[in-house]
């Protein structure tokens, strides 16, 4: 895919992995990428490149923070001179399992703060059963509305989208 979008290259490990190589990715397929920056990157390391996932990769999580484990296959000066160097990359995980593992890795954290969310409200209103007759029409109002936005979370979760086809 040609889309050019910046990443940060940083060694996997060893002395020079708080050392970061900003760089724009120019064109990525499943296997690899290639990335140019103005500093080399010696071929064979192995390296994690950070990214924010463009519109190209997933339309819906465009902009979240992604770090895939790669390994740098070659480096080259660009063909303009006094331009920087080309930094071929070769992923260690194919591209769309990485990127899945990282949508999944935030889909989960997001469902984790909103069941703490769902959890406390559940056993607020539980708490507050001993005062239902004080004012029990307040109180079954307020025990459908939490039973009903309980339920649209849970019959969201429970969706699954259509997978998507080419037209």
Request: glycine share 4%; hydrophobic share 45%; with cysteine.
């Amino acid at each position: 895919m040609k889309e050019c979008f910046p990443v940060t290259i940083r060694a996997a490990r060893g002395a020079l992995r708080k050392a970061a190589v900003r760089g724009l990715m120019r064109d990525y397929d499943a296997e690899g990428a290639c990335v140019r920056s103005l500093t080399p990157v010696r071929a064979g390391t192995e390296v994690r490149v950070s990214m924010r996932l463009p519109r190209s990769i997933s339309t819906f999580f465009r902009g979240l923070e992604c770090e895939i484990p790669a390994r740098v296959r070659l480096t080259r000066p660009e063909r303009v001179p006094g331009r920087g160097h080309e930094v071929v990359l070769s992923w260690s995980v194919p591209l769309a399992r990485a990127v899945q593992r990282a949508i999944s890795s935030y889909q989960r954290k997001i469902g984790a703060m909103l069941a703490v969310v769902l959890a406390s409200t559940v056993a607020l209103k539980l708490a507050n059963l001993d005062f239902f007759w004080y004012a029990p029409y307040f109180y079954v109002y307020s025990a459908t509305l939490v039973a009903y936005l309980v339920s649209r979370f849970y019959i969201s979760w429970l969706y699954a989208a259509p997978p998507l086809r080419d037209y």
